[in-house]
């Protein structure tokens, strides 16, 4: 491998792809021009090596990072499901497809499925249990409340 080069499933990233996402991820507004003058390179280098991770799909998009209390999402909530094996991979689309759901994760141990879900008070998260509840091969859930975040970041120091 070369000197300065990382293998991602992805194909090769260097470390001025490094450098371009660690840029993207403090502020993707940022525009190539901008990125380019920091790094001290070329706008083309840095548009072209952004196409080319969109394109890999190392970069899958780009979202705003959202107060949702303030949208009146006021709850968070861990949803630990237990499924029935070969009902697993349906189960999982169809918990995917809920409203509310922002993640879900395949897990080991005691339950086959971990969720988070933001919902805005005791009645929806009741009807999302219910929903849950209500697929096929779904036989069990616990549900915990958020009550104070300490730590959000879903960016991974690169």
Do not use: W
Request: proline share 2%; hydrophobic share 40%; charged share 30%.
């Amino acid at each position: 491998m070369v000197k300065g080069m990382s293998s991602t499933r992805t194909g090769l990233i260097d470390e001025l792809d490094m450098e371009i996402l660690r840029v993207l991820q403090e502020d993707a507004r940022r525009s190539c021009r901008e990125i380019a003058e920091e790094l001290g390179v070329a706008t083309g280098t840095v548009y072209n090596r952004i196409r080319k991770m969109r394109n890999k799909e190392v970069i899958k998009g780009y979202v705003p990072l959202i107060d949702y209390a303030k949208l009146g999402y006021d709850l968070t909530t861990l949803i630990m499901v237990q499924v029935e094996g070969e009902r697993l991979p349906d189960a999982e689309e169809a918990l995917a497809k809920l409203g509310g759901v922002i993640a879900v994760y395949d897990i080991t141990g005691d339950f086959d499925v971990a969720i988070i879900a933001r919902v805005k008070d005791r009645n929806s998260l009741n009807e999302l249990v219910k929903r849950i509840l209500s697929i096929p091969g779904v036989r069990r859930t616990v549900t915990n409340v958020v009550f104070n975040v300490i730590k959000e970041d879903f960016k991974v120091k690169i």
